[in-house]
């Protein structure tokens, strides 16, 4: 079980007024475009607010992102985006409770709320890459059997996706830039999908507040990694 003794003013007001903007523009798209689909506004909420979590390196955030990729594979499927239903369902979500248990287990001088930052070498580097060569290569052949639709963009969404997670296991603060390089991989993913339905517009605007969210979690986690140096 996770506990947070935070105290009052946890959030900056930055990362207050980044949290109720994303939310405030989540809730507006899904006012507009959809209206419906209650589990993309779910889905969307819980997803932001596990980022401001992230970005702060709390476990709390890897919680919320176990519940976000079991919502996202859900709606991912309904437009038959089956590289995203397999990739957050078959990699993320797993992933996240693995870097979940790494958070909790390398806490910030005794502090449950805050992960040790992390460093990888020249060595676990090269074979991330040599790993993602390889997940990359499996996943296309896989979405070709299923007839996945935009596959190219898919494929590389499964890219970005499994450096992103490695990268948040490994508790190192690049895995915001490769979440950043996977939101705007799935802004054209469901841009896409949105020219057959306006509703997915609602998911678009989702991942563009990811955006916002996983940039200012790199910047936040470079300011840990100076605060803990010292």
């Known amino acids: 079980m996770i506990k947070n003794n935070l105290p009052k003013k946890y959030f900056s007001k930055t990362e207050a007024l980044l949290w109720c903007f994303s939310v405030a523009l989540i809730i507006l798209s899904f006012c507009f475009f959809d209206r419906t689909n209650y589990l993309t506004l779910t889905a ?93 290569v499996i996943f296309y052949f896989i979405l070709s059997v299923f007839n996945t639709a935009n596959i190219i963009p898919s494929t590389l969404s499964v890219t970005t996706s499994f450096l992103a997670v490695y990268l948040t296991f490994r508790r190192c603060p690049t895995y915001a830039i490769a979440y950043a390089a996977n939101d705007i991989i799935l802004i054209i993913l469901w841009i896409l999908a949105s020219m057959y339905d306006i509703k997915y517009i609602s ?28």
């Open 203 to 230: 998911v678009v605007v989702c991942f563009v507040a990811f955006l916002f969210n996983d940039i200012y979690g790199y910047v936040s986690w470079r300011k840990m990694e100076k605060r803990q140096s010292k």
């Open 44 to 136: 969307s909420l819980i997803g932001v607010t596990s980022l401001i979590f992230n970005a702060k390196g709390n476990p709390f955030g890897q919680l919320l992102m176990i519940v976000f990729s079991l919502l996202y594979g859900i709606i991912s499927f309904t437009f038959s985006y089956y590289g995203e239903m397999i990739t957050y369902l078959g990699m993320t979500m797993p992933m996240a409770v693995f870097a979940l248990i790494s958070w909790l287990k390398n806490p910030y001088n005794g502090n449950k709320s805050e992960v040790r930052v992390n460093r990888i070498g020249k060595t676990e580097t090269f074979l991330m890459w040599l790993l993602t060569v390889i997940v990359t």
